[in-house]
C-alpha cells in the first residue's frame, strides 16, 4: 500500500525558533500533498495544498508567511512553522495524492510540536 | 463538497460487527463518499470510498444508499484494535481534490 513518511514525530523547542516538518511518498509520485493541523480533541483541520513546482495554495485564515510550504519534487513536501510561539503547539499530520482523480489520500502519522 | 453527519460515538462488542452511519443528504453527482479513521496519536488510515455501488475490500464494506443520501460503513468483526474516530468524508475528483473532515464517530469495542 502507499506510504506517506513523516520526519521528525517529535519535537520539542523553545518561543522563537523556526521547526521544519518533512513529508514523503515512499512509494509513488505525489501530485498534490496536504497540510493538516490538530488540535486535542478536535478533527484534523486543512492548512494548505501543495502541488509539485507551484506555490501552495492556503485555506483562509491561515498565514502563509508563518507556515512556509515548498514542495520541490513529487516526492517531498516541507512545512516550516517560523518564530513558532506555544499556541502554534499542536499535531501536523500531511497526506499525499498520487494523482488528481479519486484515489485516495494517504497520511503520514503525524508530527507533535510542542514550543516552550 | 457535501457535508456529513455521523453520531458522535458508538459502541460495539469485540467479535460483532460494527455498522457506523453517515448521512450525506447533499451529495452530488460527481461526488464520492470516502472513510478514514484515526486511531489516537496517529494520522488517518484510508479504509475505502465508493460512488453508488457497494464496494468491499480486506478491512471493510461500505454500502451506500440507492438514493445515495446516506452510507454505511461494515467492520464485519470488530477488535480491540478497531477502536478509533471514524470519519466520512463526501468529495468530488476535481481540481481540488480536498478532503474536509467533520467531527466524526468515535468507536468503542469493547471486550
Known amino acids: 500500500g502507499a506510504v506517506v513518511s513523516q520526519h521528525p514525530s517529535w519535537v520539542i523547542c523553545k518561543s522563537g525558533t523556526s521547526v521544519k516538518i518533512e513529508c514523503r511518498s515512499l512509494?509513488?509520485?505525489?501530485?498534490?500533498m496536504f497540510w493538516y493541523r490538530q488540535f486535542p480533541k478536535q478533527s484534523l483541520m486543512l492548512m494548505a495544498t501543495s502541488n509539485e513546482g507551484s506555490k501552495a495554495t492556503y485555506e483562509q485564515g491561515v498565514e502563509k508567511d508563518k507556515f512556509l510550504i515548498n514542495h520541490a519534487s513529487l516526492t517531498l513536501s516541507t512545512l516550516t512553522v517560523t518564530s513558532a510561539h506555544p499556541e502554534d503547539s499542536s499535531f501536523y499530520i500531511c497526506?499525499?495524492?498520487?494523482?488528481?482523480?479519486?484515489?485516495?489520500?494517504?497520511f503520514g502519522d503525524g508530527t507533535r510540536l510542542s514550543i516552550l | 463538497d457535501a457535508k456529513t453527519t455521523q453520531p458522535p460515538s458508538m459502541d460495539c462488542a469485540e467479535g460483532r460487527a460494527a455498522n457506523l452511519p453517515c448521512n450525506h443528504s447533499t451529495i452530488s453527482g460527481n461526488e464520492y463518499v470516502y472513510w478514514y479513521r484515526q486511531i489516537h496519536s496517529q494520522g488517518p488510515q484510508y479504509i475505502i470510498h465508493g460512488l453508488k455501488n457497494n464496494e468491499t475490500n480486506e478491512m471493510a464494506s461500505l454500502i451506500i444508499t440507492e438514493d445515495r443520501k446516506s452510507s454505511t460503513l461494515i467492520l464485519p468483526h470488530a477488535t480491540l484494535r478497531d477502536t478509533a474516530v471514524y470519519y466520512c468524508?463526501?468529495?468530488?475528483?476535481?481540481?481540488?481534490?480536498?478532503?474536509?473532515f467533520g467531527t466524526g464517530t468515535l468507536l468503542a469495542v469493547q471486550p
Open positions: 468524508i463526501v468529495r468530488s475528483g476535481g481540481a481540488t481534490n480536498k478532503l474536509i
Open positions: 497526506s499525499a495524492l498520487r494523482d488528481s482523480n479519486i484515489q485516495p489520500q494517504h
Open positions: 512509494d509513488f509520485q505525489a501530485t498534490t
